[in-house]
């Protein structure tokens, strides 16, 4: 049967010709044209950030506030637009070899930084270089930049289409200039000096970010004079704002979009990005168990974790990888069977289900949603008789137990549009055995770690977030991509008249999740 | 122990006595109406915080009552009422409502008993709350005491459910207050009182769990068994909680069990009520007391001292003259004034006195008659004995005229021989009447009162056992070391020849005859006794009249001559006797006369020069 | 024999999905002899599934109670763009007949083969048979509904057809269901029925594979209605495609065609007269 299948896949690349006769039409934009000039006011959830690919850690919640940030004053090579395709950004044309281990992509001609010093093939290498993963490497020749794989990646172009693949200079001063739409101007109160072996443009506690137009922008200069970021603004805070028009775009919690949308507010959600999981500690002698596991993930209620507890703003995860990154979620299915769970409970040994000390829940990730998600999770195994405590995040310094918990819930935000690298990162992070199934690009070895892995419960996933954000209806063109990138430099205020954040009936903005 | 003495003791003793008694009533007395102001407190107490707790009840009921008439609550109850609704919109209504109406605890069910919005516990919603559904008329219900369960542990909670119904499906609203020391804090507390609320949400004992609003307490564990006391029974208790060794830092808890709508107990209320003052209180009491035991004590003394002289005095002087009166000296007068009772005492005797001294001249007249007459008794009988034969005699010898010169001649020897025994016999007779008469006075000399015994015992040795007639054994017990008396040897050996004649004449049958000295209290005690057939208590009051004799043949002059020699030696006789036993004759002597200064036995040297003395002390003991 | 099940969770278009479905059957027929895989009663469900960048295809193959797995992926950007947002239909009216009586429903049959087309009304107590004549529409059969007559204040009866069946009628009311005869004067034959009021018709284009779901806005006797136009997947879904104002409340919508055109019952709110028309789909550029 795979023959045929794969057979058809073959034909079905004929069948694109055939589908060719069908004209493309590009999608429709909106009439109005764009007006140039005004500040758009941004306020983010998360009180810092850094514009450094470089400090960036994988799957971290901040990730996609850095990305976002960092995609003003920086571009990648390639993009992704929302109908698939890759549009050249800094390359302008690439290719492969036949076992797509060698690539090489020619750098656009006359980019220029926003310092006004330009772009070079060697500009993009070093900056891709300590980006890349341990198998892929980078070399300027030329005018283009060639990398080279140890095996077929032929995900490439997902990669450097996303994540922290930015390219930009680092300055003597550890300041980093790209050649992004806009130029980081002025960072608030709080920001410390960079240190002098720093590269980054501004570490921690900064609170407000202004970002002015680039004039030398490859691509155009913006409509935006500037953009005006404040951070570590509180949720309901945030909404306010947007409704009493101190704010254009605002960063919601999931907790605060049922409001919005009773106020009418604008939102806008993206595909699911952040997956929150349970991971056992395979220190701990009693997590090996496997009936100990089973019980646990068939107690674990996971449609009211997503439809109650998060209100529907999450769904119900039981892969790894969301279904619109991998296409093969549906395949996986997170069963609840409480009755079962406790058969298998009550022939475990007292000590191992708890008994005689509960096992302890530890939140590795900081907030109000993942100590919720983790009540539920122990509600969820009390109900079955598996005994356990939530304990508190470690990182503020909440009380915290000597011993090591036996059971940790995380959150992983995607970071990439290579679901094999995806994958195989949110696994090294949670300490789960590499993989021995070899390029994860090649969908039916992902899919096969990722059943090992979810079958032998390494790894439990809960629910998956989007990310939200409320926008005014001065906002226009507004059209962030489904993987959360908000692609502000397209972006264009309408004049306002009226603060109004009452959004039109019907509205579908691109990119609302599937 | 002399009258003083008693009276002392007694007065001390009463004191003492009462002192004690005012003591223990005073503190036993002022106890009471302590504790009663103590109960009074506490019962004031606890009724402040059950009006307290029915009062935050109500405001929980109320703060319900306008959550329930909300139109929020109403578009809630509606939407909730069709099967289809989706609960999640109103997941976070919950904390909405609590913050609205200031509670601590909100809790949202549907028609089935579904929790849809916690406050408490968020990660709960979905799952079931059926007890809530159980009640038909949740406005009948009083507000009760709940255990919240929470994400870290538990919580106590005074709680309330109200329901919107629709279309005979219910809509629940729980609300509550948390009970802790805000709760506590409202309360108004005596001073020296004290509430603690223990809430009893874990399976043992926790300290963590007491709730003190003044963050006083200190060794909470202390509290353990009476808390566990109260989770066990239910009951309410009292105890008394010592907190230091000290028992002026002693508590009474009275503890009342709070219970749940199963009447599970949720927690209890402990009031606390310091026994600092009433200890102190019968601390200072027991001080009083002892300080005016000691005082009394002390006045006691004086008082004692001051009254028994008052009253001893008189008695001193009373006994003293009945002492003088028993000496002899009829004619004492005691100088005591007083219209008490002790002075109509001295009255008396002083009036006893002077009848005794006039009635003595007429007693001893009386005596001398009586003596005289029974010496004129006893003499005719005594000399009508050797006269009747006399008598006889004589006619004998007047009829022997006839008779012829040898008959005569024979009679006339047997009749002159009788004639002079029987005269010899009236000698003898005058001759004891003579030596009674002229009974000379003893010549004190020292003479060691064994020796004494032992020679008047020689005498009669051949008597002991006589050959015909049943022997008579003898026994001694002569104290050891017994000191030389003052005494007139010639008198008491006569003295002694007469008792010991005398029981030897009360022994016709044998029998042994005990001979016993000792010394006690400076007199020297001599006991003769027999073995005989004992006399009758009236034969013994008359055993010292003179002339008076048990014997056929005795002049009954003995024992009275012994009487007279025991009295000059300022002694006391007397008999004592058991018919068929024997009789016991007993001499007290003392060691020392008076006015008579003599040297020990070996020693001594009669001289003339001392007979004055020994005159004038004779011629005293009259 | 192999059965497929293909999903489409829109990948691609519709269209395009039965296009790739009828390649993939014809090349799975067409291996069908090969001994490797002729395992009997296999079933394969394919998906196809829309990531970012590729369009990923799941074959899941059934064994008995084995199942296995295939991936492949396409390039979305292979793939040219629909322009299926702007194909949107057109609605098209035709008035057949008007009259003054109550009308509950009524449908339009297009017979075909030398066969006068028929339009059937349903009045409140009668149901009458028109045929279509060179002058227009003449009664061929009236039927008195004799005990299935609708006593009540805003009567509803609606009328079903099946080609299968061409010569007879179903009738459904409130509580029954009665069958005539088309061809002759027989009496209805009805019985107890609890068949549910529909709530539209659907309705097929003329062009392409597209089946919509046509509906009536909604409102009240006294306020014209709209036709509109869904999605039939979503009857229930906010979003028309197209809409057709009316001149009054609609009574009700049915189809005598096999889809290909609805009939819909108006009331004339200017006239006061019930107007029955053809209602169909106008192909689009």
């Not at chain 2, 009292?238 to 009474?252: H, K, M």
């Not at chain 3, 197209?242 to 009700?252: F, H, K, R, W």
Request: charged share 25%; net charge neutral; with cysteine.
């Amino acid at each position: 049967m795979r023959f045929i299948v794969l057979r058809w896949l073959a034909v079905s690349e004929r069948l694109v010709a055939l589908l060719s006769i069908f004209p493309f039409a590009a999608a429709s934009f909106a009439s109005t044209k764009p007006r140039y000039g005004g500040v758009l006011r941004v306020e983010l959830l998360a009180s810092s950030t850094t514009l450094d690919p470089r400090a960036w850690k994988a799957g971290s919640r901040d990730f996609g506030t850095n990305e976002r940030l960092a995609a003003l004053v920086f571009d990648r090579l390639v993009a992704l637009d929302n109908y698939g395709r890759f549009v050249p950004q800094l390359a302008t044309e690439w290719s492969h070899d036949a076992s797509s281990r060698r690539w090489q992509f020619t750098i656009r001609a006359d980019v220029k930084f926003s310092d006004g010093s330009a772009l070079s093939a060697a500009d993009v290498a070093a900056a891709l270089a300590p980006l890349l993963p341990e198998d892929l490497k980078v070399a300027a020749t030329g005018n283009s930049v060639v990398f080279q794989a140890t095996e077929q990646r032929a995900d490439l172009l997902e990669l450097l289409a996303s994540g922290r693949f930015f390219v930009f200079r680092a300055q003597p001063d550890g300041s980093l200039v790209g050649t992004g739409a806009f130029k980081l101007e002025e960072a608030g109160k709080g920001t410390r000096p960079a240190a002098a072996d720093s590269p980054s443009v501004a570490q921690t506690s900064l609170q407000r970010l202004n970002f002015a137009a680039n004039e030398l922008c490859w691509a155009g200069r913006p409509f935006l004079d500037a953009i005006d970021v404040t951070l570590g603004v509180p949720p309901l805070r945030a909404l306010f704002d947007l409704q009493v028009g101190k704010a254009e775009l605002v960063e919601l919690a999931p907790d605060m979009v049922r409001r919005a949308n009773q106020a009418n507010t604008r939102v806008w959600a993206s595909s699911p990005l952040t997956l929150y999981g349970l991971r056992f500690d395979d220190a701990q002698p009693q997590t090996t168990n496997e009936k100990l596991r089973e019980a646990l993930s068939l107690s674990l209620d996971r449609m009211t974790m997503a439809g109650v507890l998060l209100q529907k703003q999450a769904e119900p995860a039981a892969a790894l990888l969301p279904q619109w990154l991998s296409g093969y979620a549906f395949l996986f299915h997170g069963e609840t069977n409480v009755e079962r769970a406790k058969e298998l409970r009550v022939s475990l040994p007292a000590n191992v289900a708890g008994g005689a000390s509960p096992l302890r829940l530890q939140t590795d990730v900081s907030g109000d949603l993942a100590r919720l998600l983790a009540e539920r999770v122990v509600v969820n195994a009390r109900q079955t008789g598996i005994s356990m405590q939530p304990l508190g995040k470690a990182h503020d310094g909440n009380a915290r137990t000597a011993d090591p918990a036996e059971l940790h819930l995380f959150a992983w935000r995607i970071f990439s549009l290579s679901p094999g690298e995806e994958l195989r990162s949110l696994a090294k992070a949670q300490r789960v055995e590499e993989a021995k199934e070899g390029n994860l690009s090649d969908p039916d070895r992902r899919y096969a770690w990722e059943r090992k892995i979810l079958e032998e419960r390494k790894l439990m996933p809960l629910v998956a977030l989007p990310d939200y954000a409320g926008l005014a209806t001065t906002v226009r063109d507004w059209q962030p991509s489904p993987w959360g990138e908000w692609q502000l430099a397209d972006v264009w205020l309408e004049p306002a008249q009226a603060p109004k954040t009452t959004a039109p009936p019907n509205s579908a903005p691109n990119g609302a999740r599937p | 122990m002399s009258f003083r003495t008693k009276l002392f003791w007694v007065f001390l003793v009463t004191m003492l006595v009462s002192v004690s008694i005012v003591s223990y009533a005073v503190t036993h007395y002022s106890r009471a109406p302590f504790e009663e102001i103590d109960r009074e407190r506490t019962e004031a107490l606890v009724a402040q915080f059950q009006k307290e707790y029915a009062q935050r009840g109500e405001e929980v009921g109320r703060q319900l009552d306008n959550i329930i008439n909300s139109e929020l609550t109403a578009r809630m109850a509606i939407d909730l009422a069709n099967p289809n609704a989706d609960q999640s919109l109103y997941f976070r209504d919950a904390v909405g409502m609590a913050q609205e109406h200031g509670l601590d605890f909100v809790e949202i069910v549907n028609f089935q008993g579904t929790l849809i919005s916690s406050v408490q516990y968020p990660a709960r919603v979905g799952y079931k709350e059926d007890w809530v559904t159980q009640v038909s008329d949740w406005h009948e219900v009083a507000p009760f005491l709940r255990k919240e369960e929470l994400p870290d542990g538990s919580d106590l909670s005074l709680s309330a459910v109200r329901t919107y119904p629709v279309e005979k499906k219910n809509l629940y609203i729980i609300g509550g207050k948390r009970m802790d020391r805000h709760f506590l804090a409202s309360l108004v507390l005596p001073a020296g009182m004290r509430a603690l609320l223990y809430r009893n949400l874990d399976p043992t004992f926790s300290a963590a769990e007491i709730v003190d609003s003044n963050d006083t307490l200190q060794n909470p564990e202390r509290l353990e068994p009476l808390i566990n006391q109260i989770r066990k029974q239910s009951q309410p208790l009292v105890e008394t909680v010592n907190w230091t060794g000290n028992a002026a830092d002693a508590e009474t808890f009275h503890s009342i069990p709070l219970l749940g709508r199963n009447n599970e107990v949720l927690g209890a209320l402990l009031v606390g009520s310091s026994q600092r003052e009433l200890v102190l209180l019968k601390r200072k009491i027991s001080w009083l007391a002892a300080i005016v035991g000691v005082s009394a004590l002390f006045v006691g003394l004086i008082l004692t001292w001051w009254i028994s002289r008052r009253i001893t005095r008189p008695i001193e002087e009373l006994a003293d003259g009945a002492r003088d009166v028993a000496s002899g000296r009829w004619d004492r007068h005691i100088d005591l004034r007083g219209r008490d009772e002790v002075g109509q005492l001295a009255g008396a005797f002083n009036e006893m006195t002077q009848t005794l001294a006039s009635q003595k001249e007429r007693l001893v007249q009386a005596e001398r008659v009586a003596a005289w007459r029974e010496l004129a008794r006893r003499l005719a009988h005594e000399l009508r004995n050797p006269l009747f034969p006399l008598q006889i005699t004589v006619e004998n010898l007047q009829r022997a005229r006839q008779l012829s010169q040898d008959q005569f001649q024979e009679v006339f020897n047997e009749s002159t021989a009788t004639l002079k025994a029987e005269l010899s016999n009236l000698n003898a007779i005058v001759n004891r009447f003579s030596d009674f008469s002229k009974m000379p006075t003893p010549r004190f000399t020292k003479v060691r009162i064994n020796e004494a015994l032992r020679d008047a015992m020689r005498l009669f040795e051949p008597q002991f056992n006589a050959v015909g007639k049943p022997p008579v054994g003898t026994e001694l017990f002569l104290g050891e070391g017994l000191p030389e008396i003052d005494a007139d040897p010639d008198l008491l050996h006569k003295a002694f020849q007469n008792l010991i004649l005398n029981a030897l004449d009360a022994m016709p049958a044998g029998g042994t005859l005990k001979l016993r000295t000792s010394g006690q209290d400076e007199k020297i005690r001599i006991e003769v006794s027999d073995t005989g057939k004992g006399l009758t208590p009236e034969e013994c009051s008359r055993l010292f009249t003179p002339y008076y004799t048990t014997k056929q043949l005795g002049t009954g002059l003995g024992l009275a001559i012994v009487q007279s020699i025991v009295s000059d030696h300022h002694g006391t006789i007397s008999v004592s006797s058991e018919e068929s036993r024997g009789t016991t004759f007993r001499i007290d002597l003392p060691q020392r006369q008076p006015g008579v200064l003599l040297k020990p036995a070996v020693e001594e040297k009669k001289s003339e020069g001392e007979e004055p003395a020994r005159a004038t002390a004779a011629a005293n003991q009259g | 024999m192999i059965c497929v099940n293909w999903t489409n969770h829109e990948a691609v278009s519709e269209t395009r999905s039965q296009q790739l479905k009828s390649v993939f059957v014809e090349e799975l027929q067409g291996k069908q002899s090969d001994p490797a895989t002729a395992t009997g009663n296999c079933v394969v469900s394919v998906f196809l599934e829309r990531t970012p960048a590729k369009i990923v295809v799941t074959a899941d193959v059934e064994n008995g109670r084995d199942a296995r797995f295939f991936f492949a992926t396409i390039p979305r950007a292979g793939i040219p763009a629909e322009n299926v947002a702007t194909s949107v239909p057109r609605l098209e009216k035709e008035l057949l007949w008007q009259q003054t009586e109550r009308v509950l429903d009524a449908l339009f049959v297009r017979r075909g083969n030398g066969a006068s087309d028929r339009l059937i009304v349903l009045q409140k107590e009668v149901l009458v048979v028109y045929e279509k004549q060179a002058d227009g529409w003449k009664a061929a059969q009236a039927k008195p509904l004799g005990e299935a007559s609708v006593m009540q204040r805003a009567p509803r009866g609606e009328l079903s057809f099946s080609l299968d069946q061409p010569e007879r009628v179903k009738i459904v009311f409130a509580g029954k269901s009665c069958q005539a005869s088309l061809n002759d004067a027989s009496p209805l034959v009805c019985q107890q029925s609890t068949e549910p009021v529909r709530a539209g018709m659907l309705l097929a284009s003329a062009c392409d594979s597209r089946v919509w779901w046509l509906r009536a806005s909604g409102g009240d006797s006294t306020t014209p209605d709209k036709l509109e136009l869904v999605n039939s997947s979503v009857p229930q879904g906010q979003i028309a495609a197209t809409e057709l104002a009316m001149l009054g409340p609609i009574v009700s919508i049915s189809s005598g065609e096999a889809l290909r055109a609805d009939t819909a019952v108006v009331f004339n709110l200017a006239t006061g007269n019930y107007e029955i028309y053809r209602i169909a789909l106008a192909c689009s550029q």
